[in-house]
């Protein structure tokens, strides 16, 4: 998007500067008034997205609110089945002992029955009546009660077992059929509250992108439009020469810091022959070429920092200095007005500005007699 605006400027500024100078700052001015205008819908856009998110992270909360009542109720009825389940499975397993307990008591009780056909069929009555005093019959009477009481028991306390186990996996199996569709009605209603937690997520994930990527939009227009600014304030104020034969364009929107010829280096502090002129900038302003050619040089050159050297043929050549940044290649051809290079500090330099050089067969001249 940076590099579109930028592309965009170079185009405005390329036309600008080959009109007048009021028809610049017009040209410019309407490119300002577009970016601003972009700006304001932006931020339109920006807020109605902040709103809606607003909204939807309110319904969200509701949502939530509901999802966990959901996940709490689920919860509930799967612990209530999970213990129905765990009493099925310990009932089981007593159920299990009954029935053994059940057969080795009534194997104890056949075997009663088989001893006492193998040694004859004794009844109760014989018992008695073999007794030999009223003594010795109230005892066998005693006896008898006893085993009487005792085969009993023994029958009773199985049946009641086997009984009790029975209705209890009766009553299990009962609680089971009732829970388990409460159980599923409760899992279905947890995931589809979950499902819609997800859904309104990902659409407040969705217009927080939104909002976002127009943030960026609206602030990179934001910087466009006050960049345009900047260089209309340091167009009003610099001192465009008209001795100058037009054939060149200013490479760079700002006024100059330095002349062509001698001076006190800002640097060194000696005295030595500048060979171009400083044009005055902010750092990442745009950067064109003053006349159509071919990229004879881009890149770093001692002093220089990142420069551009471009032949525009007859002997004559332009150079660009102290650069932030290079958007040419050597052997690279160039329009008039083409983007070329950001305006920056590197090398020997004390601030954003742009070293412009013009050389006839290598010798550099005024480029003011070109401008």
């Not at 998007?1 to 500067?17: S, Y």
Request: aromatic share 6%; charged share 30%; glycine share 8%.
């Amino acid at each position: 998007m940076k590099q579109v605006m930028k592309k965009t400027l170079a185009a405005a500024l390329a036309a600008a500067f080959l009109t007048t100078g009021q028809g610049m700052a017009a040209t410019l001015e309407e490119e300002r008034d577009s970016y601003d205008a972009q700006v304001e819908e932006l931020g339109r856009q920006s807020d109605e997205l902040a709103g809606k998110i607003d909204s939807l992270s309110e319904q969200k909360r509701v949502l939530d609110e509901a999802a966990d009542e959901a996940i709490a109720e689920h919860k509930a009825r799967r612990a209530e089945l999970n213990a129905t389940l765990e009493r099925l499975e310990e009932n089981e397993e007593k159920l299990e002992v009954a029935e053994r307990d059940y057969d080795r008591k009534s194997d104890a009780l056949g075997k009663r029955v088989r001893d006492i056909y193998i040694n004859g069929q004794i009844s109760y009555v014989d018992v008695l009546f073999g007794a030999k005093d009223f003594s010795d019959f109230l005892t066998r009477m005693d006896l008898l009660k006893r085993v009487i009481k005792q085969d009993y028991d023994l029958v009773h306390a199985v049946l009641t077992q086997r009984n009790a186990m029975l209705a209890l996996k009766e009553e299990l199996e009962k609680d089971r059929a009732a829970q388990e569709p409460l159980e599923k009605k409760a899992r279905e209603a947890r995931l589809a509250m979950e499902e819609k937690v997800e859904a309104q997520q990902a659409l407040i994930e969705q217009m927080k992108y939104d909002k976002a990527t127009i943030d960026r939009k609206q602030d990179e227009s934001r910087a466009a439009s006050e960049r345009i600014t900047r260089m209309l304030q340091r167009s009003s104020m610099r001192n465009l020469p008209v001795q100058g034969s037009g054939a060149m364009i200013w490479p760079l929107a700002g006024s100059i810091t330095s002349d062509f010829g001698w001076r006190t280096h800002p640097i060194t502090g000696a005295q030595r022959f500048h060979s171009g002129i400083d044009i005055g900038g902010d750092y990442g302003d745009p950067i064109y070429a003053a006349q159509a050619g071919t990229v004879e040089y881009a890149g770093w050159i001692s002093g220089y920092g990142n420069a551009v050297i471009i032949n525009h043929g007859g002997g004559i050549s332009t150079l660009y200095g102290h650069c932030q940044s290079l958007d040419v290649s050597t052997g690279q051809s160039v329009a008039q007005g083409e983007l070329i290079a950001e305006c920056g500090s590197t090398g020997n330099s004390t601030g954003p500005h742009c070293h412009f050089e013009v050389r006839v067969n290598g010798e550099p001249v005024n480029p003011l007699a070109y401008l």
